[in-house]
């Protein structure tokens, strides 16, 4: 099974501010990552697919990279409506898992 | 649009069993494979099972073969977990969810609001 490791678990950020998340797998998974929004109460909300492609309708300061065992979420302006946990997910290899999350919160 | 309902969660002993739904709408449910996936309270998301869009290919988290059984009916566009010999541990949100473009390995686009399933005597 790949493991996934986020870092940092939780990530304090001010309005407007950049903020960056990192997403380590155990072993190659090229570019088979998503990420994930989940806010409190909700079900999660796919972001980014192929390690960069944004789902449909995502705001341009959401940005992914990376490929092979380490990848990164950027969001370049922090706006009110981000702060939630991310979770980043491999769906190369079977069982797909994902990491424990990272939890974006206002500084 | 695209729907999905869970429903059927609960409060169970351990060792019962509890059998979820997943009503699906706004899509061809019966060219989607669709996943079940779970979140303990506080908790990261752990993937559970996942049926192939004919129902004929299944497969299971580790953590719950044996005792869980997913299936569908395509009639019906829904979708079934099937939970026996529960135990503590298995206490969650449970998410139905689609892949993106409907294959397995894929990421998952669409998601239900989930359904709370505890065991707990």
């Known amino acids: 099974e790949i493991v996934m490791t986020q870092s940092p678990a939780t990530l304090s950020v001010s309005p407007g501010d950049r903020a960056t998340l990192s997403c380590r797998a155990s072993?190659?998974?090229?570019?088979?990552l998503a990420w994930y929004q989940q806010k409190p109460g909700q079900a999660p909300r796919l972001l980014i697919y192929?390690?960069?492609t944004r789902a449909t309708g995502l705001p341009a300061r959401f940005s992914g990279s990376g490929s092979g065992t380490d990848f990164t979420l950027t969001i370049s302006s922090l706006q009110s409506e981000d702060f939630a946990v991310y979770f980043c997910?491999?769906?190369?290899?079977?069982?797909?898992?994902f990491g424990q999350g990272t939890n974006v919160e206002i500084k | 649009q695209v729907q999905l309902v869970e429903s059927g969660g609960a409060v169970v002993q351990p060792g019962r069993s509890l059998r979820l739904s997943c009503a699906a709408s706004?899509?061809?449910?019966?060219?989607?494979?669709i996943h079940w996936v779970r979140q303990a309270p506080g908790k990261g998301l752990e993937w559970v099972a996942v049926?192939?869009?004919?129902?004929?290919?299944?497969y299971y988290a580790d953590s719950v073969r044996g005792r869980f059984t997913i299936s569908r009916d395509n009639s019906k566009d829904t979708l079934y977990l099937q939970m026996n010999s529960l135990r503590a541990e298995d206490t969650a949100v449970y998410y139905c969810?689609?892949?993106?473009?409907?294959?397995?390995?894929?990421?998952?686009?669409?998601w239900g609001q989930g359904t709370l399933v505890t065991v707990s005597s």
């Open positions: 969810a689609r892949p993106y473009g409907g294959n397995y390995n894929s990421p998952l686009d669409y």
């Open positions: 706004g899509f061809t449910f019966s060219s989607y494979a």
């Open positions: 049926i192939s869009y004919d129902g004929y290919n299944t």
């Open positions: 072993q190659s998974i090229s570019s088979n």
């Open positions: 192929g390690a960069s």
């Open positions: 997910q491999q769906y190369k290899t079977w069982p797909q898992t």
